[in-house]
């Protein structure tokens, strides 16, 4: 998806061009592609927070159409977190008009839990920050 992605303080900015591959109503970016834009990107500022996380919860408000072939802003954030619970933020903006936003709770979780699948996390995830 061209997805380019920087930290910027606290929070995580990038910028993302959807194309024909992405298109759902005619011209406009299918829901599902923005949806995963939003939910996976929220897995870089994972590593800015140093927690190993996963999406318990993901929920987006579609606030104006997403068109083909526009660059868009992303932005995401902590809002809050209590213990295990990391309320994160995910906007999505064209020209500062908002296309979509979301409010997701991920879930801290061990290491061990990505080792499930058979493949390992990021390498030397524990030195990236602090552990649970
Ligand atoms: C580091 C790089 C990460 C990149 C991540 C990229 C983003 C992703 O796409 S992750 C993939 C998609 N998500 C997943 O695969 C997650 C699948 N789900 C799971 O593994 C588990 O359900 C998991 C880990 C989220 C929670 O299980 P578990 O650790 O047993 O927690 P559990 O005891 O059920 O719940 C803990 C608390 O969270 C709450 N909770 C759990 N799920 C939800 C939910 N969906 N909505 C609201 N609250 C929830 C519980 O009510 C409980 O609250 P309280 O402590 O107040 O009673």
Redesign the pocket.
């Known amino acids: 998806m061209g997805l380019r992605l920087h930290v910027d303080g606290d929070c995580v900015r990038g910028n993302v061009t959807f194309d024909d591959r992405h298109e759902g109503a005619p011209g406009i970016v299918h829901g599902g592609a923005i949806a995963t834009v939003l939910?996976?990107t929220?897995?870089l500022l994972?590593?800015v927070l140093g927690t190993?996380?996963?999406?318990?919860?993901l929920s987006v408000d579609y606030r104006a159409p997403a068109l083909l072939q526009t660059e868009m802003i992303v932005e995401r954030w902590l809002e809050q977190r209590v213990d295990?619970?990391l309320h994160l933020r995910a906007d999505l903006s064209i020209d500062g008009q908002p296309v979509a936003q979301a409010r997701a709770?991920f879930?801290a979780?061990e290491v061990a839990?990505f080792e499930k699948g058979g493949r390992t996390?990021l390498p030397n995830w524990a030195d990236w920050g602090p552990s649970l």
């Open positions: 939910d996976d929220l897995g994972l590593v190993p996380a996963v999406t318990a919860n295990r619970k709770l879930l979780v839990h996390l």
